[in-house]
């Protein structure tokens, strides 16, 4: 049957409307019910009885779509009434067409093609609807009073190019749907309240050359992605809390000239991949948890507007035996290790940083770098430091009460006499079977200074000191400074009493020497 032989003919609220030859589409415009029939040449004879075929379709009711104008009108109105529209300090007279409105601009077809809302005193929340503004480039909601969460529809705005959110306080995460932005250029999110990590899909903004999210709380890792920001000119991650190593990719970015990552929980080695980054100019990394590890490339690097690597934060210092010594990094015959016992500098050592003890005292430790360290330039001065650490002859040992060298029964024996004690709290304290140093108690038992019964290192000798004789029970050392009770010194235990309530039975502890008891505890 040829195609043009075939009429379709079509019908609203029975009215006709238009009769086509070989093509059965039509586009209705305005809303009401529509029909179509359908005629042959060689099957629809009127004349004919039995040949006058004529098929009918189904009635179906039409109603057109929204204009974009219509759309985004309904999606202001929204907005308006989620962020107490009636407070603003421009407000928008509703009766009048939204062309009118405040901050509101028209592209050619009608419909929103920038809403500019900066600093009017929005107070609420951005509803969900904003995500069918589809033709929306720039959105600016910056310095308001903005709250609650960024909604995942922000990633249907597939048309935007400028996102400015800073100053308000967003909380939550960084929706992923954000990586479907493909002509994003300028983010700047700073200043709020955003927890969670950096999403993965941060990577797809290909066209993005302004990312700014700093001032907020992001936590966990730098996302590989990262280094797939092909045209970015600008990082700002500062004043967050993100930690873990700098991913190698970040020297992907041949394009950027500011990379701030300052004043968040960054640690481990600086890639080298950074000394790839030859349009950088400007490069913030203080603040952190970097040692000398990778910064000594960091350090050369020809940045001409400004360079800062220091402060960073303290370094753990280790203990083994009697000596003392730190871990930070770098080329190690560049690094100077200055040991300082109660304020006071005792050695300077150059390539080594394992200190021998001496007197008791509070001692920590300087480390500069020949290379990273400069005094003279500002940001640049980088001294590592660790915290303070208590070494004292007697040092404390978890669980040896009586500090004879061994974790056993008699150890009970000083606890019961010293319960309820107090003292100076020890520092870097661990219920670990290691040496830690502590300041002098004033009570003694048995002429065992009573910090060693403090076995948590809280202060207090209490119940859950002696929690910690059954946690190292057994564990012995060499006992340089052991004093005990006479060797003829026993002791035993007799029932004293049983709760039916709890369960709990209580004994009597006894210690006693040839002439008579010595206590009863």
């Known amino acids: 049957m040829l195609k043009f032989n075939i009429h379709y003919t079509w019908f609203k609220d029975d009215v006709f409307q238009i009769a086509i030859a070989g093509d059965s589409t039509y586009i209705p415009i305005e809303e009401g019910w529509y029909r179509c029939e359908v005629t042959s040449d060689s099957v629809t004879v009127p004349e004919s009885y039995g040949r006058n075929i004529i098929l009918n379709s189904q009635s179906i009711y039409f109603k057109p779509p929204?204009?974009?104008?219509?759309?985004?009108?309904?999606?202001?109105?929204?907005?308006?009434?989620?962020?107490n529209g009636g407070a603003w300090v421009n407000t928008w007279d509703l009766s009048q067409p939204i062309d009118t409105w405040h901050g509101v601009t028209l592209n050619a077809?009608?419909?929103?093609?920038?809403?500019?809302?900066?600093?009017?005193?929005?107070?609420?929340?951005?509803?969900?609807?904003?995500?069918?503004?589809?033709?929306?480039?720039?959105?600016?909601?910056?310095?308001?009073n903005l709250s609650d969460t960024l909604p995942t529809s922000i990633g249907n705005l597939e048309n935007l190019v400028d996102l400015y959110l800073y100053r308000n306080n967003l909380t939550g995460n960084i929706p992923e749907s954000i990586g479907q932005l493909s002509n994003l250029s300028w983010?700047?999110?700073?200043?709020?309240?955003?927890?969670?990590?950096?999403?993965e899909s941060i990577g797809q903004l290909q066209n993005l050359v302004f990312l700014n999210v700093a001032q907020n709380e992001l936590t966990g890792s730098l996302p590989e992605s990262i280094g797939q920001l092909s045209n970015i000119l600008t990082l700002n991650l500062g004043y967050n809390n993100l930690s873990g190593n700098l991913p190698a990719t970040i020297g992907q970015l041949a394009s950027l000239q500011n990379l701030n990552l300052s004043n968040n929980n960054f640690s481990g080695t600086v890639p080298q991949s950074i000394s790839q980054l030859n349009s950088l100019f400007d490069l913030k990394l203080d603040n952190n948890n970097f040692t000398f590890a990778g910064m000594e490339t960091v350090a050369t690097m020809p940045i001409f507007n400004g360079l800062s690597y220091a402060p960073q934060d303290t370094i753990p210092v280790f203990s083994t035996g009697d000596s003392l010594y730190v871990e930070v990094g770098g080329v190690i015959s560049n690094n100077h290790y200055t040991w300082y016992r109660d304020g006071i500098s005792q050695d300077t050592i150059v390539g080594d940083s394992t200190y021998a003890?001496?007197?008791?005292?509070?001692?920590?430790?300087?480390?500069?770098?020949?290379?990273?360290?400069?005094?003279?330039?500002?940001g640049q001065n980088l001294v590592l430091t660790s915290p303070p650490l208590y070494y004292d002859i007697q040092s404390v040992w978890p669980g040896d009460f009586n500090n004879d060298g061994?974790?056993?029964?008699?150890?009970?024996?000083?606890?019961?006499?010293?319960?309820?004690?107090?003292?100076?709290t020890r520092p870097n304290a661990t219920t670990d079977w290691v040496a830690q140093g502590c300041p002098e108690w004033a009570d003694t038992i048995q002429g065992v200074n009573a910090k060693h019964q403090d076995a948590d290192g809280n202060g207090i000798v209490d119940e859950d000191d002696l929690a910690v004789v059954l946690e190292n029970y057994g564990k012995t050392r060499s006992a340089t400074l052991?004093?005990?009770?006479?060797?003829?010194?026993?002791?035993?235990?007799?029932?004293?009493?049983?709760?039916?309530?709890?369960?709990?039975?209580?004994?009597?502890?006894?210690?006693?020497?040839?002439?008579?008891?010595?206590?009863?505890v």
Not at 408 to 424: I, K, M, R, S
């Open 406 to 424: 061994i974790v056993d029964n008699l150890d009970v024996l000083y606890w019961g006499l010293a319960e309820g004690f107090t003292g100076p």
């Open 482 to 520: 052991a004093r005990a009770p006479d060797d003829d010194t026993y002791f035993w235990m007799e029932p004293a009493g049983y709760n039916a309530v709890d369960g709990t039975r209580s004994f009597n502890l006894y210690m006693q020497q040839p002439d008579g008891p010595i206590a009863v």
């Open 109 to 144: 077809e009608g419909c929103v093609d920038v809403l500019d809302l900066f600093a009017n005193n929005l107070v609420g929340n951005i509803p969900e609807s904003i995500g069918e503004m589809l033709a929306l480039s720039e959105l600016d909601l910056a310095f308001n």
């Open 66 to 83: 929204p204009t974009c104008r219509e759309r985004d009108s309904l999606v202001l109105l929204d907005l308006h009434a989620s962020t």
């Open 357 to 378: 003890l001496g007197e008791p005292g509070w001692y920590h430790c300087e480390v500069r770098n020949d290379i990273v360290t400069n005094p003279a330039i500002s």
């Open 187 to 199: 983010f700047i999110i700073y200043s709020n309240n955003l927890t969670g990590n950096l999403p």
